[in-house]
């Protein structure tokens, strides 16, 4: 899969997250990165930032937190273009989800992880 239709997989994930859900997501940009850090060849996902359960009036003027789905690892891991589909929006979910204040053990318990 090139790069353009992983990114298009990825927007599409985006696209299913409910509208009210979307509306609530603040300050927070998503991009397609082809590697992770070595120390973590496998990762498939990762958020940069500070939750929206953790902003305060402390919070302004940062930059956007980060949401990074990562191709290479998650190409690795899929044998079809359905199964890279199915872990992207599950990869966008889980991501998003730390957006909102969940951690890895909460999203464990209810299937995202």
């Avoid at 997501?25 to 120390?39: L, Q, R, T, Y």
């Avoid at 956007?64 to 273009?81: A, F, Q």
Wanted: net charge negative; with cysteine; hydrophobic share 40%.
């Amino acid at each position: 899969m090139t790069r353009d239709e992983f990114e298009i997989v990825v927007a599409d994930a985006l696209d299913q997250i409910p509208p009210k859900l979307a509306a609530m997501m603040d300050n927070v940009a998503v991009f397609v990165e082809e590697e992770p850090d070595p120390s973590s060849p496998d990762l498939l996902g990762l958020y940069e930032g500070t939750p929206l359960t953790e902003r305060g009036e402390w919070y302004a003027g940062v930059l956007p937190d980060r949401i990074i789905v990562y191709r290479g690892p998650t190409l690795r891991y899929c044998d079809t273009r359905g199964q890279v589909v199915d872990e992207v929006r599950t990869t966008v979910i889980h991501e998003v989800a730390h957006h909102f204040g969940f951690d890895d053990d909460e999203l464990h318990e209810l299937g995202w992880s």
